[in-house]
């Protein structure tokens, strides 16, 4: 069976075709996992793949001629090290296994030191560049070449010498009959004979930020633990206790990290100190808190875990299993998708109240940390209906676990927002 015609792939089928690619799985197999046919998945890999060298290609090492280059001699020595560049006789020489299924190097053992240009599919990489083409196909002006002219000839001036926006403008023209954001694209992307600073007050607008995309997990890990998968699988079992990880700093000098636990459902939350932002730090402070309040308890509090896809949780999936029994389940927000942890990014908030950003965490202890959640903790909340987080925590979660990781009760008039909480006795 196949998906519907036009249908895209998601990030959640690429990252199954790049552990698909990895574990060497024939093209048949894949087309039936994903529910495509080979030309899908050839254009796929061919699209969205991205080329690597690992040596030094500017000797020429992957000509044709370079295991009994007779042509070398030829030439100065600078030009020997730039031989690609120079030598009439350099033929690029490709590896035949690139052109043939799978076409790129994620399984071939010899990536690390072959001479070869290498070929990798990454299925974050792939999905951005998919979505990419998707964009700039979609760019341009879907509209006649007349009155596109007439409307040009309309918004320019009044834009250019009067400053009128663009609200104004569709307001008193109703012969204009696109909307403001396409008028603004058109303008931004430099059709129109006004620019997009003539507009009034665009320079005040900040420009958004590009993102280096990076993979951060290895493709493998992310298969069944997506957010499509912990929605689907909270979905059978609404009964069960959802906690929300991250982890926050101070300085980027810092070799501190604060590993925050977040309960959304009771919008309660707690931190952990760590020495450090590893993922054995973090893998070693869970287990800590496991041994301290005990295997069935943890079971009960931590049975869903959902966490980004930081570097420092790339060994979680660890602690899934204890003495060969699943007792938790480990689940990962999509790549650049923290809102999907929202409700701990919000209470992150009243924790920057207290402890700034760009503030140094080194001389942060543990006491300090508990007085600062504890308070945040105690803060009557609208969205809880007007009750503390903490006072739900001792309902859900448990007196004795609150005992365990340092909460206490902070009284409504005690309760202190500022620097001043960590000082509490």
């Keep these: 069976m196949t998906r519907k015609k036009g249908q895209q792939l998601t990030l959640e089928d690429r ?9 060497g799985i024939i093209i048949k197999a894949i087309c039936l996992r994903l529910k495509v046919s080979k030309q899908t998945i050839y254009r796929e890999i061919q699209r969205n793949s991205i080329y690597k060298y690992t040596g030094n290609f500017n000797s020429g090492v992957d000509c044709v001629n370079y295991i009994k ?62 979505s990419e083409i998707r964009s700039i196909t979609r760019q341009g002006i879907r ?74 997990k290895p493709a493998a890990m992310l298969v069944g633990r997506m957010f499509k998968n912990y929605k689907e699988y909270i979905k059978e079992r609404p009964y069960l206790i959802t906690s929300q990880f991250d982890t926050v700093y101070g300085l980027m000098e810092d070799h501190k990290r604060l590993l925050t636990i977040h309960f959304p459902s009771i919008e309660f939350q707690f931190g952990i100190l760590l020495k450090a932002g590893t993922a054995d730090e973090v893998n070693s402070a869970i287990s800590k ?25 790339n060994k979680l999936i660890d602690i899934e299993m204890y003495n060969d029994e699943k007792i938790c389940s480990i689940f990962f927000c999509d790549p650049y998708r923290s809102g999907q942890k929202g409700s701990c990014e919000r209470n992150h908030e009243l924790y920057r109240y207290i402890q700034p950003k760009k503030k140094s965490i080194e001389n942060l ?51 202190d927002l500022t620097s001043n909480a960590k000082k509490q006795k």
């Design 15 to 23: 990252v199954k075709l790049q552990t698909y690619l990895e574990d």
């Design 69 to 130: 280059c007779q042509y070398k001699k030829e030439l100065s020595d600078f030009h020997k090290k730039h031989c690609y560049k120079y030598c009439t006789h350099y033929v690029k020489d490709t590896c035949k296994f690139v052109a043939r299924f799978p076409f790129v190097c994620n399984k071939c053992e010899k990536n690390t030191r072959c001479r070869f240009e290498k070929r990798f599919y990454y299925a974050t990489k792939a999905d951005n560049k998919a």
């Design 143 to 216: 509209i006649d070449e007349d009155d596109f002219k007439q409307i040009d000839a309309i918004i320019s001036p009044l834009i250019a010498e009067k400053h009128q926006s663009l609200n104004h403008i569709l307001s008193t023209h109703d012969e204009i009959d696109v909307s403001e954001r396409t008028l603004r694209n058109w303008i931004n992307n430099g059709y129109t004979q006004a620019k997009t600073i003539d507009m009034p007050r665009v320079v005040r607008f900040k420009v958004n930020k590009e993102y280096t995309h990076r993979i951060s």
């Design 289 to 313: 808190l496991r041994e301290q309040i005990g295997i069935e308890m943890f079971k009960r509090i931590f049975p869903v875990i959902l966490t980004d896809n930081g570097v420092e949780f």
């Design 365 to 415: 202890t543990q006491k300090q940390v508990n007085n600062i959640f504890s308070n945040i903790n105690c803060v009557y909340r609208k969205s809880l209906s007007g009750v503390r987080p903490y006072d739900l925590a001792k309902a859900v979660l448990g007196e004795k676990f609150l005992e365990i990781i340092g909460i206490k009760e902070v009284f409504p008039d005690d309760v």
